[in-house]
Protein backbone atom coordinates (compact mmCIF):
# COMPACT_ATOMS: atom_id res chain seq x y z
CA UNK A 1 0.00 0.00 0.00
CA UNK A 2 2.62 2.55 1.10
CA UNK A 3 5.39 3.37 -1.50
CA UNK A 4 7.91 3.21 1.81
CA UNK A 5 8.91 0.13 2.97
CA UNK A 6 10.59 1.91 6.20
CA UNK A 7 7.38 1.77 8.14
CA UNK A 8 6.91 -1.23 9.86
CA UNK A 9 3.29 -1.51 9.90
CA UNK A 10 1.75 -4.34 12.64
CA UNK A 11 -1.38 -6.42 11.41
CA UNK A 12 -3.62 -7.85 13.88
CA UNK A 13 -6.61 -10.49 13.77
CA UNK A 14 -9.51 -9.23 15.94
CA UNK A 15 -11.69 -12.37 15.74
CA UNK A 16 -15.14 -11.63 15.63
CA UNK A 17 -14.61 -8.09 15.23
CA UNK A 18 -12.07 -7.47 12.11
CA UNK A 19 -8.63 -6.34 11.86
CA UNK A 20 -6.16 -3.65 13.60
CA UNK A 21 -3.36 -1.86 12.15
CA UNK A 22 -0.94 -0.16 13.81
CA UNK A 23 2.55 1.49 13.85
CA UNK A 24 4.71 3.95 15.83
CA UNK A 25 5.16 7.27 13.74
CA UNK A 26 9.00 8.57 13.67
CA UNK A 27 8.21 11.09 16.56
CA UNK A 28 7.31 8.04 18.49
CA UNK A 29 3.55 8.33 18.51
CA UNK A 30 1.70 5.08 17.63
CA UNK A 31 -1.63 5.24 15.58
CA UNK A 32 -3.77 2.98 14.11
CA UNK A 33 -6.86 1.58 12.27
CA UNK A 34 -9.40 -0.66 13.23
CA UNK A 35 -11.14 -1.99 10.76
CA UNK A 36 -14.43 -3.69 11.53
CA UNK A 37 -15.76 -6.35 9.24
CA UNK A 38 -19.03 -4.17 8.38
CA UNK A 39 -16.98 -1.75 7.13
CA UNK A 40 -16.65 0.63 9.75
CA UNK A 41 -13.65 1.87 10.97
CA UNK A 42 -11.97 2.91 13.84
CA UNK A 43 -9.02 5.34 14.22
CA UNK A 44 -7.20 4.79 17.17
CA UNK A 45 -4.62 6.78 18.82
CA UNK A 46 -2.57 5.55 21.57
CA UNK A 47 -1.09 6.55 25.01
CA UNK A 48 1.96 8.26 25.73
CA UNK A 49 2.90 6.41 28.70
CA UNK A 50 0.72 3.65 28.52
CA UNK A 51 1.55 2.06 24.98
CA UNK A 52 -1.04 -0.33 25.18
CA UNK A 53 -4.08 1.65 25.39
CA UNK A 54 -6.04 3.82 23.02
CA UNK A 55 -6.67 7.84 24.56
CA UNK A 56 -9.31 8.12 22.08
CA UNK A 57 -10.54 6.37 18.91
CA UNK A 58 -12.72 8.05 16.34
CA UNK A 59 -15.38 5.92 14.59
CA UNK A 60 -15.77 6.38 10.80
CA UNK A 61 -18.45 5.09 8.58
CA UNK A 62 -16.39 3.58 5.24
CA UNK A 63 -17.33 6.98 2.90
CA UNK A 64 -15.79 8.98 6.03
CA UNK A 65 -12.50 6.39 6.56
CA UNK A 66 -12.20 7.18 2.20
CA UNK A 67 -12.57 10.74 2.48
CA UNK A 68 -9.82 11.09 5.53
CA UNK A 69 -7.55 9.25 3.41
CA UNK A 70 -8.01 10.88 0.53
CA UNK A 71 -6.71 13.92 2.33
CA UNK A 72 -4.23 12.41 3.94
CA UNK A 73 -3.15 10.61 0.71
CA UNK A 74 0.36 11.78 -0.47
CA UNK A 75 -1.32 12.49 -4.00
CA UNK A 76 -3.79 14.59 -2.72
CA UNK A 77 -0.72 16.76 -1.03
CA UNK A 78 1.52 16.78 -3.89
CA UNK A 79 -1.69 18.13 -5.78
CA UNK A 80 -2.25 20.61 -3.68
CA UNK A 81 1.60 22.16 -3.10
CA UNK A 82 1.73 22.21 -7.03
CA UNK A 83 -1.55 24.74 -6.75
CA UNK A 84 -0.18 26.44 -4.19
CA UNK A 85 3.47 27.46 -5.36
CA UNK A 86 1.06 28.71 -8.12
CA UNK A 87 -0.93 30.66 -5.38
CA UNK A 88 1.73 32.29 -3.43
CA UNK A 89 4.15 34.17 -5.03
CA UNK A 90 7.33 33.71 -3.03
CA UNK A 91 7.05 29.96 -3.25
CA UNK A 92 8.05 27.67 -5.74
CA UNK A 93 9.06 24.32 -6.61
CA UNK A 94 12.22 23.36 -8.22
CA UNK A 95 14.26 19.72 -9.14
CA UNK A 96 17.73 19.04 -7.95
CA UNK A 97 19.58 15.79 -9.70
CA UNK A 98 21.68 14.17 -7.36
CA UNK A 99 24.68 13.27 -9.70
CA UNK A 100 26.74 10.08 -9.74
CA UNK A 101 29.60 10.53 -7.67
CA UNK A 102 28.11 13.46 -6.05
CA UNK A 103 29.02 14.08 -1.98
CA UNK A 104 25.49 12.56 -1.20
CA UNK A 105 25.38 9.26 -3.82
CA UNK A 106 25.15 6.78 -1.44
CA UNK A 107 24.15 8.88 1.78
CA UNK A 108 20.34 9.15 2.91
CA UNK A 109 18.38 12.50 2.82
CA UNK A 110 18.74 13.07 6.25
CA UNK A 111 22.93 13.64 5.57
CA UNK A 112 22.02 16.81 3.25
CA UNK A 113 20.12 18.54 6.45
CA UNK A 114 18.62 20.27 3.64
CA UNK A 115 15.38 21.12 5.63
CA UNK A 116 17.33 22.23 8.62
CA UNK A 117 19.98 24.30 6.70
CA UNK A 118 17.37 25.98 4.56
CA UNK A 119 14.05 25.80 5.19
CA UNK A 120 12.97 24.36 1.94
CA UNK A 121 11.14 21.04 2.22
CA UNK A 122 11.76 17.56 -0.09
CA UNK A 123 8.23 16.68 -1.47
CA UNK A 124 9.52 13.64 -3.70
CA UNK A 125 12.30 12.46 -5.18
CA UNK A 126 12.56 10.68 -8.91
CA UNK A 127 13.81 8.00 -9.79
CA UNK A 128 13.92 6.15 -13.07
CA UNK A 129 10.46 7.92 -13.79
CA UNK A 130 8.88 7.26 -10.97
CA UNK A 131 7.61 9.69 -8.21
CA UNK A 132 8.50 8.99 -4.84
CA UNK A 133 6.15 10.77 -2.62
CA UNK A 134 6.88 12.31 0.62
CA UNK A 135 10.90 10.54 1.48
CA UNK A 136 11.96 9.96 4.82
CA UNK A 137 15.07 11.20 5.65
CA UNK A 138 16.93 7.31 5.96
CA UNK A 139 15.85 7.29 2.09
CA UNK A 140 18.98 6.06 0.35
CA UNK A 141 19.94 8.69 -2.50
CA UNK A 142 21.75 7.33 -5.21
CA UNK A 143 23.29 9.31 -8.53
CA UNK A 144 20.33 10.28 -11.41
CA UNK A 145 17.44 10.62 -8.52
CA UNK A 146 16.12 13.75 -8.83
CA UNK A 147 14.71 15.99 -5.49
CA UNK A 148 11.93 17.57 -5.78
CA UNK A 149 11.84 20.72 -3.32
CA UNK A 150 9.74 23.02 -2.47
CA UNK A 151 10.57 26.44 -1.01
CA UNK A 152 11.38 29.96 -0.87
CA UNK A 153 14.05 31.30 -4.10
CA UNK A 154 16.34 31.87 -1.43
CA UNK A 155 16.13 28.64 0.34
CA UNK A 156 15.87 27.03 -2.81
CA UNK A 157 19.14 28.62 -4.35
CA UNK A 158 20.74 27.69 -0.86
CA UNK A 159 19.84 23.80 -1.38
CA UNK A 160 21.28 24.13 -4.91
CA UNK A 161 24.67 25.42 -3.21
CA UNK A 162 24.32 22.42 -0.76
CA UNK A 163 24.11 20.07 -3.73
CA UNK A 164 26.74 21.61 -5.37
CA UNK A 165 29.22 20.31 -2.58
CA UNK B 1 -60.65 -16.64 28.48
CA UNK B 2 -57.08 -18.89 28.99
CA UNK B 3 -55.55 -16.85 25.76
CA UNK B 4 -56.73 -13.66 27.45
CA UNK B 5 -54.70 -14.33 30.64
CA UNK B 6 -51.63 -15.92 28.68
CA UNK B 7 -51.58 -12.34 26.46
CA UNK B 8 -51.68 -10.58 29.62
CA UNK B 9 -49.07 -12.83 31.76
CA UNK B 10 -47.15 -12.45 28.72
CA UNK B 11 -47.29 -8.63 27.87
CA UNK B 12 -46.72 -7.93 31.85
CA UNK B 13 -43.40 -9.78 32.34
CA UNK B 14 -42.32 -8.30 28.78
CA UNK B 15 -42.65 -4.56 29.58
CA UNK B 16 -41.16 -5.13 33.25
CA UNK B 17 -38.69 -6.57 31.70
CA UNK B 18 -38.17 -3.10 29.20
CA UNK B 19 -38.25 -0.84 31.86
CA UNK B 20 -35.48 -2.88 34.26
CA UNK B 21 -33.29 -2.99 31.15
CA UNK B 22 -34.30 1.22 30.76
CA UNK B 23 -32.96 0.93 34.36
CA UNK B 24 -29.70 -0.88 33.00
CA UNK B 25 -28.93 0.94 30.36
CA UNK B 26 -29.29 4.19 32.52
CA UNK B 27 -26.57 2.69 35.48
CA UNK B 28 -24.60 1.46 32.53
CA UNK B 29 -24.74 -2.57 33.54
CA UNK B 30 -25.69 -5.63 32.14
CA UNK B 31 -29.37 -6.32 32.38
CA UNK B 32 -29.15 -9.73 32.57
CA UNK B 33 -28.73 -10.08 36.69
CA UNK B 34 -32.26 -7.55 36.53
CA UNK B 35 -34.01 -10.35 34.08
CA UNK B 36 -32.94 -12.97 36.65
CA UNK B 37 -34.49 -11.41 39.58
CA UNK B 38 -37.68 -10.49 37.46
CA UNK B 39 -38.16 -14.44 36.86
CA UNK B 40 -37.27 -14.68 41.02
CA UNK B 41 -40.24 -12.56 41.33
CA UNK B 42 -42.51 -13.97 39.29
CA UNK B 43 -41.49 -17.52 39.85
CA UNK B 44 -43.14 -20.08 42.47
CA UNK B 45 -42.76 -18.69 45.93
CA UNK B 46 -42.28 -15.41 44.51
CA UNK B 47 -44.18 -12.23 44.80
CA UNK B 48 -46.30 -12.49 41.45
CA UNK B 49 -46.69 -15.85 40.18
CA UNK B 50 -47.63 -16.27 36.89
CA UNK B 51 -50.61 -18.71 36.25
CA UNK B 52 -50.94 -19.81 32.18
CA UNK B 53 -47.79 -18.65 30.48
CA UNK B 54 -45.30 -20.72 31.92
CA UNK B 55 -45.43 -23.41 29.02
CA UNK B 56 -45.00 -20.54 26.45
CA UNK B 57 -41.72 -19.26 28.39
CA UNK B 58 -40.34 -22.74 28.96
CA UNK B 59 -40.13 -23.02 25.16
CA UNK B 60 -39.37 -19.52 24.50
CA UNK B 61 -36.27 -20.30 26.64
CA UNK B 62 -35.27 -23.24 24.34
CA UNK B 63 -35.41 -21.19 21.36
CA UNK B 64 -33.23 -17.93 23.69
CA UNK B 65 -30.98 -20.26 24.08
CA UNK B 66 -30.51 -21.84 20.47
CA UNK B 67 -30.60 -18.04 18.99
CA UNK B 68 -28.02 -16.96 22.36
CA UNK B 69 -25.51 -19.66 20.66
CA UNK B 70 -26.39 -18.79 16.64
CA UNK B 71 -25.46 -15.20 17.15
CA UNK B 72 -21.89 -16.35 19.39
CA UNK B 73 -21.31 -18.78 16.11
CA UNK B 74 -22.08 -15.87 13.94
CA UNK B 75 -18.97 -13.71 15.18
CA UNK B 76 -16.59 -16.24 14.32
CA UNK B 77 -15.42 -17.47 11.31
CA UNK B 78 -13.89 -21.58 10.97
CA UNK B 79 -11.03 -20.01 9.71
CA UNK B 80 -10.86 -17.56 12.76
CA UNK B 81 -11.16 -20.55 15.20
CA UNK B 82 -8.69 -22.87 13.74
CA UNK B 83 -5.92 -20.17 14.29
CA UNK B 84 -6.78 -19.02 17.88
CA UNK B 85 -6.72 -22.98 18.21
CA UNK B 86 -3.31 -22.93 17.31
CA UNK B 87 -1.99 -20.26 18.70
CA UNK B 88 -3.71 -19.64 22.44
CA UNK B 89 -4.19 -23.36 22.92
CA UNK B 90 -1.94 -23.11 26.09
CA UNK B 91 -3.59 -19.90 28.06
CA UNK B 92 -7.29 -21.66 27.08
CA UNK B 93 -6.44 -24.65 28.69
CA UNK B 94 -5.01 -22.77 31.68
CA UNK B 95 -8.19 -20.65 31.63
CA UNK B 96 -10.24 -23.69 31.91
CA UNK B 97 -8.51 -25.13 35.08
CA UNK B 98 -7.89 -22.35 36.88
CA UNK B 99 -11.28 -20.94 36.63
CA UNK B 100 -13.29 -24.29 37.01
CA UNK B 101 -11.34 -25.01 40.13
CA UNK B 102 -13.20 -22.93 42.14
CA UNK B 103 -16.53 -24.46 40.98
CA UNK B 104 -15.68 -27.65 41.30
CA UNK B 105 -14.02 -27.44 44.90
CA UNK B 106 -17.49 -25.76 45.94
CA UNK B 107 -19.33 -28.58 44.30
CA UNK B 108 -17.35 -31.42 46.06
CA UNK B 109 -17.63 -29.53 49.50
CA UNK B 110 -21.27 -28.65 48.91
CA UNK B 111 -21.60 -32.81 48.64
CA UNK B 112 -23.31 -32.52 45.26
CA UNK B 113 -23.51 -35.31 42.19
CA UNK B 114 -20.24 -35.37 40.08
CA UNK B 115 -22.84 -33.84 36.79
CA UNK B 116 -23.46 -31.01 39.38
CA UNK B 117 -20.34 -30.64 39.83
CA UNK B 118 -19.07 -30.71 36.44
CA UNK B 119 -21.83 -27.94 36.10
CA UNK B 120 -21.16 -25.75 39.00
CA UNK B 121 -17.13 -25.69 37.16
CA UNK B 122 -18.88 -24.89 34.27
CA UNK B 123 -20.57 -21.71 35.81
CA UNK B 124 -17.38 -20.23 37.19
CA UNK B 125 -15.24 -20.99 34.13
CA UNK B 126 -17.52 -18.96 31.56
CA UNK B 127 -16.50 -15.23 30.46
CA UNK B 128 -19.53 -13.92 28.77
CA UNK B 129 -18.41 -13.12 25.25
CA UNK B 130 -21.41 -10.76 24.85
CA UNK B 131 -20.96 -8.15 27.81
CA UNK B 132 -17.06 -8.71 27.52
CA UNK B 133 -17.41 -7.50 23.48
CA UNK B 134 -19.88 -5.04 24.52
CA UNK B 135 -18.16 -3.47 27.19
CA UNK B 136 -14.76 -3.46 24.23
CA UNK B 137 -16.80 -1.20 22.36
CA UNK B 138 -18.39 1.16 24.82
CA UNK B 139 -15.07 1.90 26.63
CA UNK B 140 -12.98 2.49 22.94
CA UNK B 141 -10.74 -0.27 23.77
CA UNK B 142 -10.82 -2.22 20.58
CA UNK B 143 -7.63 -0.93 19.97
CA UNK B 144 -5.80 -1.51 22.87
CA UNK B 145 -2.61 -4.19 22.35
CA UNK B 146 -4.57 -6.19 25.16
CA UNK B 147 -7.61 -6.93 23.26
CA UNK B 148 -6.71 -9.23 20.89
CA UNK B 149 -5.60 -11.40 23.64
CA UNK B 150 -8.89 -10.51 25.41
CA UNK B 151 -10.64 -11.59 22.51
CA UNK B 152 -8.61 -15.10 21.93
CA UNK B 153 -9.60 -16.16 25.17
CA UNK B 154 -13.22 -15.44 24.69
CA UNK B 155 -12.89 -17.36 21.46
CA UNK B 156 -11.31 -20.49 22.98
CA UNK B 157 -13.93 -20.25 25.67
CA UNK B 158 -16.68 -19.93 23.38
CA UNK B 159 -14.37 -23.33 21.53
CA UNK B 160 -14.39 -24.91 24.70
CA UNK B 161 -18.70 -24.44 25.40
CA UNK B 162 -19.22 -26.50 22.16
CA UNK B 163 -17.53 -29.61 23.79
CA UNK B 164 -18.34 -29.22 27.22
CA UNK B 165 -22.33 -28.82 26.91
CA UNK B 166 -22.58 -32.27 24.91
CA UNK B 167 -20.54 -33.88 27.49
CA UNK B 168 -22.51 -32.04 30.47
CA UNK B 169 -25.64 -32.98 28.58
CA UNK B 170 -24.75 -36.42 28.74
CA UNK B 171 -23.49 -36.64 32.61
CA UNK B 172 -26.65 -34.79 33.28
CA UNK B 173 -29.29 -37.23 31.04
CA UNK B 174 -27.36 -39.72 33.85
CA UNK B 175 -25.50 -42.22 30.81
CA UNK B 176 -22.86 -44.54 32.42
CA UNK B 177 -19.25 -43.99 31.64
CA UNK B 178 -19.55 -46.25 28.53
CA UNK B 179 -22.66 -44.32 27.33
CA UNK B 180 -21.14 -40.98 28.47
CA UNK B 181 -17.94 -41.59 26.76
CA UNK B 182 -19.54 -42.99 23.01
CA UNK B 183 -21.64 -39.25 24.10
CA UNK B 184 -18.54 -37.27 23.71
CA UNK B 185 -16.96 -39.20 21.22
CA UNK B 186 -20.36 -38.77 19.04
CA UNK B 187 -19.85 -35.20 19.78
CA UNK B 188 -16.39 -34.58 19.16
CA UNK B 189 -17.03 -36.26 15.69
CA UNK B 190 -20.26 -34.25 15.38
CA UNK B 191 -18.05 -31.29 15.52
CA UNK B 192 -15.38 -32.03 13.53
CA UNK B 193 -17.86 -32.84 10.82
CA UNK B 194 -19.17 -29.40 11.01
CA UNK B 195 -15.85 -27.77 11.20
CA UNK B 196 -14.53 -29.35 8.39
CA UNK B 197 -18.31 -28.83 6.26
CA UNK B 198 -17.81 -25.02 7.30
CA UNK B 199 -14.09 -24.87 6.15
CA UNK B 200 -14.93 -26.55 2.95
CA UNK B 201 -18.57 -25.90 1.87
CA UNK B 202 -19.20 -22.74 3.83
CA UNK B 203 -18.87 -20.60 0.27
CA UNK B 204 -21.79 -22.91 -0.89
CA UNK B 205 -23.39 -23.27 1.94
CA UNK B 206 -23.24 -19.05 2.35
CA UNK B 207 -24.75 -18.99 -1.49
CA UNK B 208 -27.47 -20.75 -0.84
CA UNK B 209 -28.40 -19.20 2.01
CA UNK B 210 -28.16 -15.70 0.83
CA UNK B 211 -31.20 -13.54 0.17
CA UNK B 212 -31.37 -9.76 -0.18
CA UNK B 213 -34.59 -10.00 0.96
CA UNK B 214 -34.03 -9.94 5.10
CA UNK B 215 -37.39 -11.90 5.52
CA UNK B 216 -35.95 -14.53 3.47
CA UNK B 217 -32.79 -14.51 5.02
CA UNK B 218 -34.01 -14.79 8.37
CA UNK B 219 -36.43 -17.50 7.90
CA UNK B 220 -33.97 -19.65 6.47
CA UNK B 221 -31.10 -18.81 8.97
CA UNK B 222 -33.15 -19.18 11.75
CA UNK B 223 -34.85 -22.71 10.39
CA UNK B 224 -31.46 -24.55 9.53
CA UNK B 225 -30.54 -23.00 13.09
CA UNK B 226 -33.84 -24.92 14.82
CA UNK B 227 -33.43 -27.71 12.70
CA UNK B 228 -29.77 -28.40 13.71
CA UNK B 229 -30.48 -28.00 17.19
CA UNK B 230 -33.23 -30.27 16.80
CA UNK B 231 -30.95 -32.72 15.23
CA UNK B 232 -28.15 -32.20 17.89
CA UNK B 233 -30.82 -32.60 20.27
CA UNK B 234 -31.70 -36.24 19.09
CA UNK B 235 -27.75 -37.09 18.82
CA UNK B 236 -27.41 -36.22 22.64
CA UNK B 237 -24.98 -33.34 21.81
CA UNK B 238 -27.11 -30.60 23.12
CA UNK B 239 -29.21 -28.14 21.17
CA UNK B 240 -27.17 -25.31 21.68
CA UNK B 241 -23.92 -26.63 20.13
CA UNK B 242 -25.90 -27.25 16.98
CA UNK B 243 -27.01 -23.85 16.81
CA UNK B 244 -23.33 -22.82 17.49
CA UNK B 245 -22.07 -24.81 14.57
CA UNK B 246 -24.92 -23.29 12.20
CA UNK B 247 -22.93 -19.89 13.31
CA UNK B 248 -19.68 -20.57 12.75
CA UNK B 249 -20.46 -22.80 9.46
CA UNK B 250 -22.01 -18.88 7.95
CA UNK B 251 -19.66 -16.47 7.29
CA UNK B 252 -19.22 -12.90 5.22
CA UNK B 253 -22.19 -11.25 3.39
CA UNK B 254 -24.95 -13.96 4.87
CA UNK B 255 -23.72 -13.92 8.55
CA UNK B 256 -23.65 -9.91 8.12
CA UNK B 257 -26.88 -9.74 7.30
CA UNK B 258 -28.27 -12.11 9.92
CA UNK B 259 -26.79 -10.85 12.57
CA UNK B 260 -28.41 -7.65 12.02
CA UNK B 261 -31.74 -9.57 11.53
CA UNK B 262 -31.37 -11.78 14.25
CA UNK B 263 -30.27 -9.99 16.77
CA UNK B 264 -33.78 -8.47 18.15
CA UNK B 265 -35.37 -11.94 18.30
CA UNK B 266 -32.57 -12.85 20.28
CA UNK B 267 -33.06 -10.00 22.53
CA UNK B 268 -36.70 -11.35 23.09
CA UNK B 269 -35.75 -14.50 23.61
CA UNK B 270 -32.84 -14.40 25.55
CA UNK B 271 -34.22 -12.17 27.74
CA UNK B 272 -36.88 -14.89 28.18
CA UNK B 273 -35.15 -17.20 29.13
CA UNK B 274 -33.19 -15.44 31.79
CA UNK B 275 -37.09 -14.99 33.13
CA UNK B 276 -37.26 -18.64 32.79
CA UNK B 277 -34.07 -19.60 35.04
CA UNK B 278 -35.44 -17.18 37.50
CA UNK B 279 -38.47 -18.60 37.22
CA UNK B 280 -37.16 -22.15 38.25
CA UNK B 281 -35.50 -20.94 41.11
CA UNK B 282 -37.00 -20.57 44.23
CA UNK B 283 -35.95 -17.13 45.37
CA UNK B 284 -35.94 -18.58 49.68
CA UNK B 285 -33.39 -20.70 48.66
CA UNK B 286 -30.56 -17.69 47.60
CA UNK B 287 -29.71 -15.95 50.77
CA UNK B 288 -28.49 -19.44 52.16
CA UNK B 289 -26.46 -19.96 49.79
CA UNK B 290 -25.56 -16.22 49.45
CA UNK B 291 -22.47 -16.26 51.36
CA UNK B 292 -20.87 -19.40 49.47
CA UNK B 293 -21.70 -17.14 46.06
CA UNK B 294 -19.62 -14.20 47.71
CA UNK B 295 -16.73 -16.26 48.36
CA UNK B 296 -17.24 -17.84 44.65
CA UNK B 297 -17.48 -14.12 43.11
CA UNK B 298 -14.15 -12.97 45.21
CA UNK B 299 -11.96 -15.85 43.59
CA UNK B 300 -13.11 -16.49 41.19
CA UNK B 301 -12.80 -12.50 40.10
CA UNK B 302 -8.93 -13.11 41.34
CA UNK B 303 -8.46 -16.34 38.97
CA UNK B 304 -9.94 -14.59 36.03
CA UNK B 305 -7.72 -11.31 36.56
CA UNK B 306 -4.50 -13.74 37.08
CA UNK B 307 -5.58 -15.67 33.79
CA UNK B 308 -6.16 -12.60 31.67
CA UNK B 309 -3.05 -10.63 32.84
CA UNK B 310 -0.56 -13.62 32.56
CA UNK B 311 -1.85 -14.18 28.88
CA UNK B 312 -1.70 -10.38 28.65
CA UNK B 313 2.07 -10.53 29.84
CA UNK B 314 3.06 -13.61 27.37
CA UNK B 315 1.57 -11.18 24.82
CA UNK B 316 4.47 -8.68 26.09
CA UNK B 317 1.91 -6.16 27.30
CA UNK B 318 2.75 -3.68 30.12
CA UNK B 319 0.98 -3.75 33.90
CA UNK B 320 -1.75 -1.57 33.17
CA UNK B 321 -2.44 -3.79 30.02
CA UNK B 322 -2.63 -6.68 31.79
CA UNK B 323 -4.90 -5.38 34.27
CA UNK B 324 -7.51 -4.04 31.76
CA UNK B 325 -6.98 -7.77 30.30
CA UNK B 326 -7.66 -9.30 33.41
CA UNK B 327 -10.86 -7.44 34.65
CA UNK B 328 -12.43 -7.55 31.22
CA UNK B 329 -13.05 -11.24 31.33
CA UNK B 330 -14.38 -10.97 34.96
CA UNK B 331 -18.26 -10.40 33.58
CA UNK B 332 -20.01 -13.86 33.84
CA UNK B 333 -23.47 -13.92 32.14
CA UNK B 334 -25.69 -16.00 29.43
CA UNK B 335 -23.96 -18.72 29.40
CA UNK B 336 -23.14 -19.53 32.94
CA UNK B 337 -26.68 -19.21 33.51
CA UNK B 338 -27.48 -21.68 30.49
CA UNK B 339 -24.89 -23.98 31.69
CA UNK B 340 -27.25 -24.02 35.12
CA UNK B 341 -30.36 -24.19 33.52
CA UNK B 342 -29.41 -27.51 31.78
CA UNK B 343 -28.55 -28.94 35.13
CA UNK B 344 -31.30 -27.23 37.51
CA UNK B 345 -33.92 -28.41 34.45
CA UNK B 346 -32.17 -32.36 34.44
CA UNK B 347 -33.12 -32.41 38.01
CA UNK B 348 -30.05 -30.98 39.86
CA UNK B 349 -31.96 -28.13 41.93
CA UNK B 350 -29.23 -27.15 44.08
CA UNK B 351 -27.24 -25.73 41.57
CA UNK B 352 -30.17 -22.73 40.20
CA UNK B 353 -29.92 -20.70 43.39
CA UNK B 354 -26.17 -20.58 44.06
CA UNK B 355 -25.15 -19.79 39.81
CA UNK B 356 -28.29 -17.39 40.70
CA UNK B 357 -26.37 -15.68 43.00
CA UNK B 358 -23.36 -15.87 41.37
CA UNK B 359 -24.50 -14.46 37.85
CA UNK B 360 -26.09 -11.79 39.62
CA UNK B 361 -23.14 -10.41 41.67
CA UNK B 362 -20.61 -11.32 39.06
CA UNK B 363 -22.69 -9.46 35.84
CA UNK B 364 -23.26 -6.54 38.32
CA UNK B 365 -20.03 -6.37 39.43
CA UNK B 366 -17.73 -7.42 36.39
CA UNK B 367 -18.51 -4.85 34.40
CA UNK B 368 -17.84 -1.85 36.99
CA UNK B 369 -14.46 -3.63 38.36
CA UNK B 370 -13.28 -3.05 34.04
CA UNK B 371 -15.00 0.35 33.55
CA UNK B 372 -13.04 1.72 36.61
CA UNK B 373 -10.20 -0.26 36.64
CA UNK B 374 -8.36 1.58 33.44
CA UNK B 375 -8.51 5.19 35.24
CA UNK B 376 -7.42 3.59 38.75
CA UNK B 377 -4.41 2.00 36.50
CA UNK B 378 -3.80 4.78 34.60
CA UNK B 379 -3.81 7.62 37.78
CA UNK B 380 -1.52 4.99 39.87
CA UNK B 381 0.88 4.67 36.84
CA UNK B 382 0.57 8.35 36.78
CA UNK B 383 1.93 8.50 40.43
CA UNK B 384 4.36 6.55 40.26
CA UNK B 385 5.90 7.86 36.72
CA UNK B 386 6.53 11.03 39.06
CA UNK B 387 8.20 9.59 41.70
CA UNK B 388 10.65 7.45 39.89
CA UNK B 389 11.38 10.93 38.10
CA UNK B 390 14.56 12.14 40.31
CA UNK B 391 13.66 15.27 41.78
CA UNK B 392 14.98 18.38 40.62
CA UNK B 393 18.42 19.96 41.89
CA UNK B 394 19.48 22.88 43.33
New interface residues.
Given amino acids: MSSDESIEVTEVALPGIGLRHDFVTSKGRRVGVVSHRSGKRELVIYDQEDPDACVDSVTLTGDEADTLAEYLGTHRVMERLATLSDQVSNLHTRKFPVSSGSRYDGKTLGDTHVRTRTGASIVAILRDGEAIASPTPDFGLTGNDTLILVGTDEALSAVGEILAE | MESGILLLELGAVILSLSILGRFAARVQLSPIPLYLLAGLLFGHGGLLPLATSEEFISVGAEIGVILLLLLLGL??SAD?LM??LRTHASSGVVDLVVNSAPGIAVGIMLGWELPAIVAMGGVTYATS?GIA?KLLTDL?????????VV??L??LEDLTMALYLPILTALLAGVGLFGGSVTVLIAVATISIALIVALKYGRLINKLLFSSDSELLLLGVFGLALLVAGIAQQLQVSSAVGAFLVGIALSGKVA?SARVVLSPLRDLFAAVFFVFFGLHTDPTQIPPVLGIAVVLALVTTITKVWVGGWAASRAG??R??QL?AGTMMVPRGEFNIVIAGLAASAGFAGIGPLAAAYVMLMAVFGPMLTRFV?PIS?GV??VL?RTKSPPPTG
Fill in positions: EYEVNSAGRLGNRETPLSLVEIAPGRGGLKT
